[in-house]
């Protein structure tokens, strides 16, 4: 059965020092959420407080409406697919699946049809009478995936579960797990701190930092919209754009910095006040460039290119503005051929960079 988790002021202290601040998160039924954000940010204090192998210092953990907050890991029915996977290195890929059926009693033939259809989902078949040690990295992830979702859990925690895989493991199971997601339609809370992994697989993502949530949206929304300097810079690159908000009309702003002058969206800032000091995002893939200054309602800047480099589809070029301000465009190879100390102009729609709250210090 899915069900909807929500954390109500939890939060964890280690005598003075804050592991997570107090936070409010709400989990809907079969969601995937990735939790992801740099080291220390809390994200997994949230995910082993929800395990239960985390004691929360103040808030509460309700499952449905029902506080589960004191409630061992044990009795909260849950699947937790940890780093180093925790496979017991004398029991065959089948044997391992079967463990937390014979935990709860299921043995024997009444456990043969779940233990069939999880190696059938985590393409484990040919596998059965492996050893683990007899088996690839990715395979042992699979064993762990499957193991964890043998029982029918009402949520599967992940805790960064392909960190051991080689980048291009790490690109198939992005794939996998989404496609497995949505065969058994569990609500999966994921751990990491990998941008690309998040984009790839969520229908939403958390972003935290120092111990608190800073933005909660589908990816889309976070990459295009980002409330703070921090979630623009953590997920993906910007440019950042820091001047002095001179007029505000019909939701865009006009900020000059130097000798730049741009519009941008006000995004998430409510009411942003001319003459006030302000931060727009702008991200590399939304410059173009130009050999000459391009007609239309565009904003503009003349710069130096002072590095290329080539990404194969992508080519990412810095530029060098008069006033020395820098930006970065990333334009697709083969659309300009530019060489380095070239004289260029950059453009971008008037909604592409968006108000951001600034990093704080």
């Known amino acids: 059965m899915k069900r909807n988790l929500v954390l109500s002021g939890v939060e964890k202290r280690y005598g003075d020092f804050v ?16 939790l992801l954000g740099p080291s220390g940010s809390g994200k997994t204090t ?12 103040s808030g509460q953990i309700l ?13 909260r ?5 940890f780093q180093g ?3 017991f290195p004398h029991l065959t890929v089948y044997e391992n699946v079967a463990f937390p059926l014979r935990a709860r009693g299921i043995r024997g033939e009444a456990a043969r049809p779940k233990v069939e259809a999880a190696l059938a989902m985590a393409q484990l078949d040919p596998f059965a009478e492996r050893l683990p040690r007899q088996l690839s990295g990715g395979q042992q992830q699979r064993v762990a995936l499957a193991r964890s979702l043998v029982f ?5 925690l992940l805790d960064e579960p392909l960190s051991a895989l080689d980048r291009s493991l790490r690109k198939e ?45 589908p990816p889309r929304d976070l990459y295009e919209r980002p409330e703070t300097e921090f979630v623009a810079g953590f997920l993906g690159k910007s440019n950042f754009l820091r001047g002095r908000i001179e007029c505000v009309m019909d939701g865009l702003v006009e900020i000059h910095c130097g000798a730049l002058s741009s519009r941008a969206s006000a995004g998430h800032q409510q009411d942003p006040v001319p003459g006030s000091r302000g931060t727009a995002a702008l991200r590399p893939e939304k410059i173009a460039l130009h050999r000459a200054k391009p007609d239309g309602d565009l904003c503009t800047a003349r710069g130096r290119t ?21 930006l970065t465009a990333m334009v697709p190879a083969g659309s300009i051929s530019v060489a380095e100390g070239e004289e260029v102009f950059a453009s971008w729609a008037p909604d592409a960079p968006v108000l951001v709250t600034p990093r704080e210090g």
Not at 183 to 207: N, W
Request: glycine share 8%.
């Open 46 to 57: 949230i995910l082993m407080s929800i395990a239960g192998f985390v004691t929360p210092t």
């Open 152 to 156: 029918g859990p009402e949520l599967l």
């Open 19 to 34: 592991a997570l601040q107090k936070t409010d998160l709400e989990i809907k039924a079969g969601e995937f959420v990735t």
């Open 173 to 217: 199971f992005q794939t996998e797990f989404k496609a497995i997601h949505r065969k058994v339609g569990t609500t999966f809370i994921y751990v990491t701190h990998d941008q690309e992994e998040a984009l790839t697989m969520s229908d939403r993502i958390v972003i935290l930092d120092r111990g608190r949530i800073l933005q909660s949206a």
């Open 63 to 75: 499952l449905d409406g029902e506080n589960i907050t004191g409630l061992p890991p044990e009795r």
């Open 306 to 326: 002072t590095a290329i480099t080539y990404l194969g589809s992508a080519i990412e070029v810095e530029l060098a503005l008069p006033d020395d301000t820098r």
């Open 85 to 87: 996977y925790a496979l």
């Open 77 to 81: 029915n849950f699947g937790v697919v």
